[in-house]
């Protein structure tokens, strides 16, 4: 059998080079058989020879950096079939192709006379994954648990990075700002995940369980509030643990750089969020969006949102009690620290600008990119990529300052413990179809489907804190579906009405959820965007605002709060205690309160949607089926 030299880690990951010579050689210069175009690669790196009849030999051309062999460094070694060769940040397996992997090889789908294909249920499938946050991850592990040696993921995402011989997440340095932001994970999805995934993620000092349990919740579990980089550092990490099934490249994908890989896959999952350039790729698939049942007077509705990274004193039930009764401020957190989301004006967004402070020049770079700004060591808060400091901080009377202060006050902040801003824009849009046949089956291609999830198909407004959990929701639909449909022949669009119909679902209670946390109704039965209710309560009229009647106003909202979630949250704060948060705030604030509305709990509560109606309880019969598959092949 051919040996093949199978690209790992590093620029060329996911390659396939066969040893068609008694001699290849690695290195950075052009003329070797295998080129690496990197600094810590030598020009004439190491060379592989075949050895007859022992088989080939690796070794070591006196590189700087040496060549490791299974995390060994070597000056030569006899190469066994699955050794990792190690190239400076770059590694490459060695692969022959025994019985077992040529008999897998010939039960791949083949040709017939006339066209037809043939196919074989041990057939491997093959998938991309675009975008490896949570999202595409979670697909990637949930293939792997039910399909086990069934089942290829190669999944793509920019915002890793080579750390050794494991790919990482990049941070706040490399220009990954949102990962510290805290979100809620309901106990429907949660459950969902393999038992060993679950058992990674839920440390107890990570996670708590700030939010009660209510109709998304099995039995008495909570939703769990987590930091979503912890999420995305634990799956990411067991994900490295399956190199032989999950194929992890630290690369921005490109869908026309890609084709000729697209063609030769079952399945393109596009997970890589709501301004997925792979999805507008193949926009013509899946269909033109409709923004205007998310508009108001012909205008598509956005909200822009500040994030303020801040730690707070407050109880969690106090800080869930303040959340739910207005619609200015969303404090999540875990243990206090967090992001305090503060709803913005039309006019409050226009000064959402950073200025240089050199060339004394304004720019966007906070509104358009989003950046984040941290405390720089004058207290000023400062984008490290652009160099600019945002400009309200400066200006101590800007209108928008002093409200941000407010917020603060309302949640029990000092203005210490305001560390960075960045800033936001939300919008949603009603999709057509989430599943697309993109290419279909030829003698020479198995036909690929391709499927959007997560926030390239539903990307929702997180007010009521839905859009992971939607999106975890479409990963696990279609793992069940992919594991039930795979039989080695190429899918039909039949084998999908069952993940169709579960999307159409999300996008219907989640959107409709999530518009009623953008717009208000007023007693005229007129429906009106919350931004312009805040804007119009915080213009000036004649007069000061009754403080006395707002204040009552507020503590009526939150007593009625306090008595739908007592039997599910203890510890909830008495009138003495909310009096004294309200106590400091300024009339003009408190008015902006009151006439911005609470949740509106009894319309975003109910029913729920349960993707098991279309699957079943579990895959569990499934999960038994793989595992016994597995037990059964020979090794």
């Given at each position: 059998?051919?040996?093949?030299?199978?690209?790992?880690?590093?620029?060329?990951?996911?390659?396939?080079?066969?040893?068609?010579?008694?001699?290849?050689?690695?290195?950075?210069?052009?003329?070797?058989?295998?080129?690496?175009?990197?600094?810590?690669?030598?020009?004439?790196?190491?060379?592989?020879?075949?050895d007859e009849p022992e088989g080939y030999v690796l070794r070591d051309c006196g590189s700087c950096n040496g060549t490791l062999v299974n995390g060994e460094r070597i000056d030569s070694r006899l190469l066994r079939p699955g050794d990792l060769i190690t190239l400076g940040e770059h590694s490459f397996r060695f692969e022959v192709p025994d019985l077992q992997e040529t008999l897998m090889a010939l039960s791949l789908p083949r040709s017939r006379p006339g066209g037809r294909v043939e196919a074989d249920s041990a057939s491997p499938l093959r998938v991309i994954v675009v975008g490896g946050g949570p999202v595409g991850l979670t697909l990637s592990l949930l293939l792997e648990h039910f399909l086990g040696p069934r089942v290829r993921v190669t999944v793509y995402d920019g915002r890793w990075r080579v750390e050794g011989r494991t790919v990482v997440w990049k941070d706040e340095r490399h220009g990954n700002t949102r990962r510290q932001q805290v979100v809620t994970v309901q106990s429907r999805q949660y459950l969902s995940l393999p038992e060993g995934v679950q058992a990674r993620l839920f440390d107890p000092r990570h996670y708590t369980e700030m939010w009660p349990s209510g109709p998304d919740s099995i039995g008495d579990y909570h939703p769990r509030n987590m930091r979503i980089a912890y999420i995305e550092d634990r799956l990411l990490e067991v994900a490295?643990?399956?190199?032989?099934?999950?194929?992890?490249?630290?690369?921005?994908?490109?869908?026309?750089?890609?084709?000729?890989?697209?063609?030769?896959?079952?399945?393109?999952?596009?997970?890589?969020?709501?301004?997925?350039?792979?999805?507008?790729?193949?926009?013509?698939?899946?269909?033109?969006?409709?923004?205007?049942?998310?508009?108001?007077?012909?205008?598509?509705?956005?909200?822009?949102?500040?994030?303020?990274?801040?730690?707070?004193?407050?109880?969690?039930?106090?800080?869930?009690?303040?959340?739910?009764?207005?619609?200015?401020?969303?404090?999540?957190?875990?243990?206090?620290?967090?992001?305090?989301?503060?709803?913005?004006?039309?006019?409050?967004?226009?000064?959402?600008?950073?200025?240089?402070?050199?060339?004394?020049?304004?720019?966007?770079?906070?509104?358009?990119?989003?950046?984040?700004?941290?405390?720089?060591?004058?207290?000023?808060?400062?984008?490290?990529?652009?160099?600019?400091?945002?400009?309200?901080?400066?200006?101590?009377?800007?209108?928008?300052?002093?409200?941000?202060?407010?917020?603060?006050?309302?949640?029990?902040?000092?203005?210490?413990?305001?560390?960075?801003?960045?800033?936001?824009?939300?919008?949603?849009?009603?999709?057509?179809?989430?599943?697309?046949?993109?290419?279909?089956?030829?003698?020479?291609?198995?036909?690929?489907?391709?499927?959007?999830?997560?926030?390239?198909?539903?990307?929702?407004?997180?007010?009521?804190?839905?859009?992971?959990?939607?999106?975890?929701?479409?990963?696990?639909?279609?793992?069940?579906?992919?594991?039930?449909?795979?039989?080695?022949?190429?899918?039909?669009?039949?084998?999908?009405?069952?993940?169709?119909?579960?999307?159409?679902?999300?996008?219907?209670?989640?959107?409709?959820?999530?518009?009623?946390?953008?717009?208000?109704?007023?007693?005229?039965?007129?429906?009106?965007?919350?931004?312009?209710?805040?804007?119009?309560?915080?213009?000036?009229?004649?007069?000061?605002?009754?403080?006395?009647?707002?204040?009552?106003?507020?503590?009526?909202?939150?007593?009625?709060?306090?008595?739908?979630?007592?039997?599910?949250?203890?510890?909830?704060?008495?009138?003495?205690?909310?009096?004294?948060?309200?106590?400091?705030?300024?009339?003009?604030?408190?008015?902006?309160?009151?006439?911005?509305?609470?949740?509106?709990?009894?319309?975003?509560?109910?029913?729920?949607?349960?993707?098991?109606?279309?699957?079943?309880?579990?895959?569990?019969?499934?999960?038994?089926?793989?595992?016994?598959?597995?037990?059964?092949?020979?090794?």
């Amino acid at each position: 059998m051919t040996p093949v030299i199978v690209g790992d880690r590093g620029l060329l990951a996911g390659q396939r080079i066969p040893v068609l010579d008694t001699r290849i050689t690695f290195g950075r210069n052009q003329s070797n058989t295998v080129v690496i175009a990197s600094s810590n690669v030598s020009r004439f790196h190491a060379e592989l020879v075949l050895d007859e009849p022992e088989g080939y030999v690796l070794r070591d051309c006196g590189s700087c950096n040496g060549t490791l062999v299974n995390g060994e460094r070597i000056d030569s070694r006899l190469l066994r079939p699955g050794d990792l060769i190690t190239l400076g940040e770059h590694s490459f397996r060695f692969e022959v192709p025994d019985l077992q992997e040529t008999l897998m090889a010939l039960s791949l789908p083949r040709s017939r006379p006339g066209g037809r294909v043939e196919a074989d249920s041990a057939s491997p499938l093959r998938v991309i994954v675009v975008g490896g946050g949570p999202v595409g991850l979670t697909l990637s592990l949930l293939l792997e648990h039910f399909l086990g040696p069934r089942v290829r993921v190669t999944v793509y995402d920019g915002r890793w990075r080579v750390e050794g011989r494991t790919v990482v997440w990049k941070d706040e340095r490399h220009g990954n700002t949102r990962r510290q932001q805290v979100v809620t994970v309901q106990s429907r999805q949660y459950l969902s995940l393999p038992e060993g995934v679950q058992a990674r993620l839920f440390d107890p000092r990570h996670y708590t369980e700030m939010w009660p349990s209510g109709p998304d919740s099995i039995g008495d579990y909570h939703p769990r509030n987590m930091r979503i980089a912890y999420i995305e550092d634990r799956l990411l990490e067991v994900a490295n643990e399956k190199p032989d099934r999950i194929r992890l490249v630290p690369a921005r994908f490109d869908p026309a750089e890609h084709e000729a890989d697209i063609a030769d896959q079952h399945v393109l999952a596009i997970c890589d969020g709501g301004r997925s350039r792979t999805r507008e790729h193949y926009a013509a698939k899946f269909g033109k969006a409709d923004e205007s049942i998310y508009s108001l007077d012909g205008r598509h509705l956005q909200d822009v949102v500040l994030g303020l990274r801040v730690r707070s004193t407050l109880s969690d039930p106090m800080a869930v009690l303040l959340t739910v009764a207005q619609n200015r401020f969303l404090l999540n957190s875990l243990r206090g620290e967090g992001f305090l989301n503060m709803r913005l004006t039309e006019s409050e967004a226009a000064e959402v600008v950073g200025i240089d402070p050199v060339r004394r020049v304004f720019e966007e770079c906070i509104a358009s990119r989003p950046c984040l700004m941290g405390r720089d060591e004058h207290g000023d808060f400062q984008c490290p990529t652009h160099g600019t400091l945002f400009l309200p901080a400066l200006i101590k009377r800007s209108a928008l300052w002093r409200r941000v202060r407010e917020g603060l006050l309302l949640f029990g902040v000092e203005s210490a413990d305001l560390s960075a801003i960045t800033s936001f824009r939300l919008d949603m849009v009603q999709r057509p179809r989430f599943t697309a046949q993109l290419r279909p089956p030829t003698a020479t291609f198995p036909g690929t489907y391709g499927f959007l999830l997560g926030d390239a198909a539903n990307a929702l407004h997180f007010w009521p804190g839905r859009g992971l959990n939607s999106g975890l929701a479409s990963a696990i639909s279609l793992a069940r579906s992919l594991n039930q449909a795979w039989t080695g022949r190429p899918f039909r669009d039949a084998d999908f009405l069952r993940h169709e119909a579960a999307m159409s679902m999300l996008q219907y209670r989640h959107k409709s959820r999530a518009w009623k946390a953008m717009v208000n109704v007023d007693d005229d039965g007129n429906v009106r965007a919350v931004k312009d209710i805040i804007e119009q309560s915080l213009e000036r009229t004649p007069g000061e605002p009754d403080r006395a009647a707002d204040t009552a106003t507020l503590l009526t909202r939150m007593r009625e709060i306090r008595a739908r979630l007592a039997s599910r949250v203890s510890g909830l704060p008495d009138a003495e205690a909310i009096l004294r948060r309200l106590e400091p705030l300024e009339s003009s604030t408190l008015r902006m309160l009151v006439l911005s509305g609470g949740w509106d709990t009894l319309t975003m509560g109910g029913e729920e949607v349960d993707i098991s109606i279309f699957y079943g309880q579990d895959s569990s019969a499934a999960a038994a089926a793989v595992k016994s598959l597995q037990s059964a092949a020979p090794t």
